[in-house]
C-alpha cells in the first residue's frame, strides 16, 4: 500500500487491503455515515470491522463483507474494484484474516487513513496542476 510497510502475514495484508476496498466502497451520497464524519475513522469504521467479523465468523470472508457492506451502504463501484475484492474474498486463509480483522481494527483503519490521505494529497495535486495548466500558470512543488 501506498508508502506503507507490508503487512508482515498473508491474512494481515488480505485484511488491511478489504478494509481499504471497503472505505473506497461506501456510497458517500446515500451512507448513513457522512452524518457521522467526526467519529468515522476513531470508531464507526473500527466497530462495524470488528462486529461484521465476529457476526459473520460462520460465513468466512463473504459474511463479513455482506455484513459491512449493507451496514454502511457500500458496494465497489468498478469492474476492477469488484475483481481485486473477489480475489480478496477467495483467499485460502479466511478465519486467520477474520481474526486481524477482529482483533486488528482499529490498526487496520488507521492504515487505511494514512492511504486514503495519501491518496487524497496526490489527486489535489492533480487537480492544482490541471488548474495550472488551463490558465497557464506554474506550479511550483515547495
Known amino acids: 500500500m501506498a508508502g506503507l510497510e507490508p503487512w508482515p502475514d498473508r491474512p494481515g495484508e488480505i485484511a488491511s487491503l478489504l478494509v481499504v476496498a471497503l472505505h473506497y466502497s461506501i456510497d458517500w ?16 469504521l473500527p466497530e462495524r470491522v470488528r462486529l461484521a467479523a465476529t457476526r459473520g465468523q460462520r460465513d468466512g470472508l463473504t459474511g463479513w463483507w455482506q455484513l459491512v457492506c449493507e451496514d454502511l451502504v457500500a458496494s465497489p463501484r468498478t469492474h476492477a474494484e469488484r475483481r ?29 487513513r494514512i492511504v486514503s490521505q495519501e491518496v487524497r494529497q ?12 488551463q490558465t497557464g500558470e506554474l506550479v511550483w512543488e515547495g
Open 29 to 44: 451520497d446515500r451512507s448513513w455515515v457522512k452524518d457521522h464524519l467526526p467519529r468515522y475513522w476513531t470508531t464507526l
Open 84 to 112: 481485486e475484492i473477489h480475489q480478496l474474498l477467495c483467499d485460502h486463509e479466511p478465519k486467520a484474516v477474520l481474526k486481524v480483522l477482529r482483533e486488528q481494527g482499529h490498526f487496520l483503519v488507521l492504515r487505511t
Open 122 to 133: 496526490v489527486r489535489e495535486a492533480r487537480a492544482r496542476e490541471v488548474d495550472a495548466a
